[in-house]
């Protein structure tokens, strides 16, 4: 392993071919820079666990015209400000840790801030990113995966590195490692749903990198169903479980140890299917877990928060005594919906369970587990419209 002041000087050397690269088509842009999350001069020189990579940060500011470089070298060097706030208010972070802690019962894996990066593929970020990428060619979103690539593999040397969407970030990291001399596909490239998962993942090895692509963890389309099963993959990749065992969880449900036991995913999936006949809300899924998806779209969706959705987990404990309920909006006034949750489970006689979940012992009836979750969808519904409204 290169000594500490060799990385320094190597990363000092790749911030200043960066940075040049956003002075020249920031003018044009006139986007907001900035994709580096945590504070990257903790790690240089230290055997890198895991690297978390997203695409762009996706950090709205209307009013940023672009001036120069300064404020991106200087994320580059201490990361962004708000960094210690992630585990509150960033829900893809919030979200990935809180399935560590809640499936593994330990989160020390991205709490470890000396042998851990989180940054992104995309140096320029915005609301409208994609449509910007779109209108001016691939040419700035193909330098920055570039340059970002090279900061992997030159420079960094993560053991693990998790892309924060296959399509966004893992395929087209992949096409740029294979246009590079040296880097070598130790493996193809798999891509498979463990657990029974219905979102995809991808993997393979490039030197001594295993690349692993998920989901995006925010929490869109279903993904918080599918997160139980892949913190239990990036965990077995971290402790040194190979490749093809983990592709071959495909072949299994969430049964051993911690995982949700068959009887219990049939238990969940009934409850899924009675709702449904109900017909609640067309967007109810199942991979171990039951999640309802409201989105809120036309005039009122620039009213809400993030992508306008409130997820509703409901699964059986891990001992097999109690169905939980947990909930995630990202609608406006988080505070006041919670508090809404609050009252109207502890009213039905669920009780908070830990943080945002809430309990029921495992002998209440599949029916009175269906008839409550039915109406307190419906509640969540009419408050959510109500409060748009205001």
């Not at 002041?5 to 820079?33: R, S």
């Not at 395929?171 to 029974?196: A, N, W």
């Not at 109900?278 to 998806?293: C, F, S, Y």
């Not at 009836?365 to 409204?389: A, C, G, H, N, P």
């Amino acid at each position: 392993m290169e000594n500490r002041i060799d990385v320094e000087k190597k990363y000092d050397e790749w911030i200043d071919k960066a940075c040049e690269f956003v002075d020249k088509v920031g003018p044009t842009l006139n986007m907001p820079v900035g994709s580096m999350q945590s504070d990257i001069s903790l790690v240089l020189g230290n055997v890198i666990n895991i690297m978390f990579l997203g695409h762009d940060a996706h950090e709205a500011d209307s009013t940023f015209t672009f001036s120069n470089s300064d404020y991106f070298r200087n994320r580059c060097k201490s990361g962004n400000v708000y960094w210690n706030e992630r585990n509150d208010k960033w829900a893809i972070w919030k979200n990935l840790r809180e399935s560590f802690k809640n499936e593994l019962g330990d989160s020390s894996l991205m709490d470890d801030m000396n042998h851990l990066v989180f940054t992104n593929a995309i140096f320029f970020t915005g609301d409208h990113i994609t449509e910007v990428l779109d209108q001016i060619g691939t040419s700035v979103e193909y330098r920055c995966m570039e340059l970002t690539r090279d900061l992997i593999f030159d420079i960094l040397h993560p053991k693990l590195l998790v892309c924060f969407s296959v399509n966004d970030v893992f395929d087209k990291l992949i096409g740029l490692i294979r246009k590079k001399e040296g880097l070598i596909e130790k493996s193809s490239v798999k891509k498979f749903k463990p657990y029974h998962i219905k979102h995809t993942c991808a993997i393979t090895q490039v030197n001594g990198t295993i690349i692993l692509g998920i989901p995006h963890p925010s929490g869109a389309h279903g993904v918080l169903a599918s997160l139980p099963a892949i913190v239990r993959i990036i965990n077995d990749l971290y402790k040194g479980i190979e490749i093809e065992k983990v592709i071959a969880t495909k072949e299994n449900n969430l049964d051993t140890n911690n995982r949700v036991n068959q009887n219990d995913f049939e238990k969940i999936i009934a409850i899924k299917d009675k709702i449904r006949k109900d017909g609640t809300n067309q967007w109810i899924d199942t991979d171990g877990m039951l999640v309802h998806e409201y989105y809120c779209k036309g005039k009122i969706q620039n009213y809400i928060k993030g992508n306008g959705t409130i997820s509703v987990g409901l699964k059986i404990d891990n001992e097999g005594n109690k169905y939980v309920l947990s909930i995630l909006s990202n609608g406006n006034h988080p505070d006041l919906f919670n508090e809404m949750i609050c009252n109207y489970c502890e009213k039905n006689r669920w009780f908070s369970h830990n943080n945002l979940s809430y309990s029921v012992d495992i002998s209440t009836s599949e029916d009175t587990i269906v008839k409550f979750m039915i109406s307190l969808l419906k509640e969540m519904k009419k408050y959510r419209e109500k409060d748009l409204k205001e």
